[in-house]
Structures are given as C-alpha cells and as structure tokens.
C-alpha cells in the first residue's frame, strides 16, 4: 500500500447489476477532479441500464451473465467467480467496487482487502442475502429506527459482512416511505462511497483484528 497521506492513480473495476447511479456519482467525482482515478473496466451480472450508461460515457463494460452459471437450481459460483476475475486481471485494477451487484462471486484471497461495497443501512443491521434497495429501507421502516444511512465496507466471502471503513447516517422522519428515504440515503452514499476510495489511494485503511483503522495523514 502506498504510504499514508500520499494519494496515488487508481486503477478501478466496477461491479453492477442496475441502473448505474453509483457508478455515475463515482465518474462525476473522478471528471470533477476530486477523486484521482479511472475505471478501468465495468463488469455486469446481466444486461442493464448501468451497462448502457457506462457504455456512454466510453467506458470498458463486459457483460458477465449469472444467468449463463446457473442450471438445474445450482450456481455455478467458482466459474462465475473465474469469469469476474478474469477481467479485473486483465484490466490490472487496484480496487474493485461493487455498485449495486446482486449475484454472489466468491472473492480469491488476492483480492480480499481490495474490493469494497456500499450497503444502504448502517451494517451490521439490515443486511444480508436479500436484503438490497428497496427491501433495505422497507425493513427500516418496519422496524420503527430513527436513523439509518449507509455503509462502505471491505467485501469477503459473507453477504455484507466485511469491515466497516465508513458510515454516514440520515434521520428516518415520520412520513417517510421507502422511496424518500432511499433518496436521503443514496445522497450519502453519493459523499461516502469517494471519500472510502480516496483513504484506500492514500494508503490510510489497514485491517487489523477484523476492523478497519484509518490512519491519520
């Protein structure tokens, strides 16, 4: 890692599944100039409106299909998994962002500690297999929580259940559904998502004991 305080190019893959808006939010910061990087290569579970998008602005996209992995009701996740990798190495990333993937890939050891995703809840509440988008928020509702927000973590091989590198929280006001409250949600994650990015390129996150440490500058 490079040593703290010293921020260097990122080379970045992303990983999709929807409409995109994570992605897009990351290229802004990128154009904007605040984020000193570049996506080297997208790659999507399926074709999608984030695929079309990503494709717009110029980028890199492969489309690697879970649907084509799965048969007789079992997936056929190493295979899945190699298909992933296979272009993260050819694209020589040195992160991978996951932004909104729905399909499980397992994760080789290699690439553990480089490979974040971003939860809308504040882990380790409401997360888990099943648990994204619009089930998230519902469940917060239901649940009665005064706050929630949204959540940057290391991935592993668990559904949402890597180390914490940063949250940010919204209040859940009492005429909320799951849509207003998606929408405050995603504009966090819109500051937190760049700013985890950013300490990985600075070489402030070290994972020590299961918990992530950001180091001072």
């Known amino acids: ?18 409409g995109g808006r994570t992605l897009l939010n990351l ?26 998008r990503a494709r717009a602005r110029g980028l890199d996209v492969r489309v690697v299909a879970y649907r084509s992995f799965v048969a007789d009701g079992g997936a056929d996740v190493d ?5 992933i990798v296979a272009p993260l190495d050819e694209a020589n990333v040195d992160l991978v962002l996951e ?3 729905l399909s499980f890939w397992r994760i080789p050891s290699r690439y553990l500690g480089r490979v974040m995703n971003i939860h809308p809840a504040l882990l380790p509440s409401f997360g888990g297999q099943g648990m994204h988008g619009r089930h ?9 929580c005064k706050v929630s927000g949204c959540t940057v973590h290391f991935a ?8 914490i590198i940063a949250q940010r929280c919204v209040p859940v006001r009492e005429d909320d ?21 950013r300490l990985f390129a600075a070489g402030r996150l070290r994972i020590e004991d299961g918990r992530v440490r950001v180091l001072d500058t």
């Open 156 to 163: 592993n091989n668990e559904y949402d259940a890597g180390p």
């Open 99 to 101: 932004a909104g993937l």
């Open 27 to 52: 290229l802004d910061e990128i154009d904007a100039g605040r984020l000193d990087a570049e996506v080297a290569v997208v790659i999507a579970s399926r074709a999608c409106a984030g695929a079309e």
């Open 177 to 197: 559904d799951a849509d207003a409250l998606a929408a405050r949600v995603f504009e966090q994650e819109c500051i937190a998502y760049p700013e985890a990015v």
């Open 79 to 83: 295979g899945y998994s190699a298909a």
């Open 1 to 18: 890692p490079a040593m703290a305080g010293a921020q260097r190019h990122l080379r970045l893959g992303v990983l999709l599944s929807g």
């Open 136 to 144: 998230v928020h519902e469940a917060v509702l239901a649940a009665g």
